[in-house]
Antibody
Framework: EVQLLESGGGFVQPGGSLRLSCAAS????????MSWVRQAPGKGLEWVSS????????YYGDSVKGRFTISRDNSKNTLYLQMNSLRADDTAVYYC????????????????????WGKGTTVTVSS | DIQMTQSPSSLSASVGDRVTITCRAS??????LNWYQQKPGKAPKLLIY???SLQSGVPSRFSGRGSGTDFTLTISSLQPEDFATYYC??????????FGPGTKVDIK
């Protein structure tokens, strides 16, 4: 069974740091891109960051660029999100998601999507 | 940056109703559009990817259409378990995503 399990959430003061982990099982981790998505209390979904299967390319949302770093250890089947300079508006449930792609017929273009999600880990930033 | 809008923001419907949710992108995104369902306290669930491909295990009453800037998610006959919030998501620029604001479907 394909599973993702986030951990590392907690309570932190503004300006502090936290590292989230996402342990993957049931699939060949290194062959899939992965993403982090967050949801503030009572709000919608916000994409945070993504990383290719090799870890060679990373992508960030504007609200976290320069403060958060996504990484992965394919030998441990684990995805990470290092969060620095945390602010109150970073308070949210953080989900990791597996990102397969579908190739557009006759092209080298791929449609990415998020087919498996973890249950989430809660981060609270408050003084 | 590509912005996504959804309409309506909420709707009330009855079991058995046909429900359509619209998603619009601020620029053409080809067919790079996904739909998710989320129930309170739960992680989102993928319903449709690449605008019209039904995810494995998702009931056939869910369907997606569209390309370019305008997309729809249709539930042909609303079931009790379908009351939830639905989000569209664009993935035009490979692994850079944007979600729509969501559409809450509740019981009339």
């Amino acid at each position: 069974e394909v599973q993702l399990l986030e951990s590392g959430g907690g309570f932190v003061q503004p300006g502090g740091s936290l590292r989230l982990s996402c342990a993957a099982s049931g699939f060949t981790f290194s062959t899939y891109a992965m993403s982090w998505v967050r949801q503030a209390p009572g709000k919608g979904l916000e994409w945070v960051s993504s990383i290719t299967g090799s870890g060679g390319s990373t992508y960030y949302g504007d609200s976290v660029k320069g403060r958060f770093t996504i990484s992965r250890d394919n030998s441990k089947n684990t995805l990470y999100l290092q969060m620095n300079s945390l602010r109150a508006d970073d308070t949210a449930v953080y989900y990791c998601a597996k990102c397969p792609a579908k190739q557009q017929l006759g092209t080298n273009y791929y449609y990415y999507y998020m087919d498996v999600w973890g249950k989430g880990t809660t981060v609270t930033v408050s003084s | 940056d590509i912005q996504m809008t959804q309409s309506p923001s909420s709707l009330s419907a009855s079991v058995g109703d046909r429900v359509t949710i619209t998603c619009r992108a601020s620029q053409s995104i080809s067919s790079s559009l996904n739909w998710y369902q989320q129930k309170p306290g739960k992680a989102p669930k993928l319903l449709i990817y690449a605008a019209s491909s039904l995810q494995s295990g998702v009931p056939s009453r869910f369907s997606g259409r569209g390309s370019g800037t305008d997309f729809t998610l249709t539930i042909s006959s609303l079931q009790p378990e379908d009351f939830a919030t639905y989000y569209c998501q664009q993935s035009y620029s490979m692994l850079i995503f944007t979600f729509g604001p969501g559409t809450k479907v509740d019981i009339k």
